[in-house]
């Protein structure tokens, strides 16, 4: 199951969008900026019903 979602990037503040996979359920991972190119941390997670995005830099 796949979804798209906006994010903001920690370093360089731009918007890009994200292709996640859901069905691999809750995890981390990292992937560069699209615009900065800087390595951005990313974590899903379910909420209840709800699949929630985190973004933070490798350092927070």
């Known amino acids: 199951m796949l979804e798209t979602r906006e994010y903001r990037c920690p370093y360089c503040g ?3 969008e994200a292709l996640l996979d859901l069905s691999a359920g ?3 991972y990292i ?3 699209p615009v900065c190119c800087r390595p ?3 974590g899903l997670y379910r909420d209840g ?5 985190d ?5 927070d």
């Open 14 to 16: 731009e918007w890009a």
């Open 49 to 53: 019903d709800e699949w929630c995005l």
């Open 31 to 33: 992937e560069d900026c």
């Open 55 to 59: 973004v933070r830099t490798e350092n």
């Open 40 to 42: 951005i941390v990313f």
């Open 26 to 28: 809750d995890r981390e």
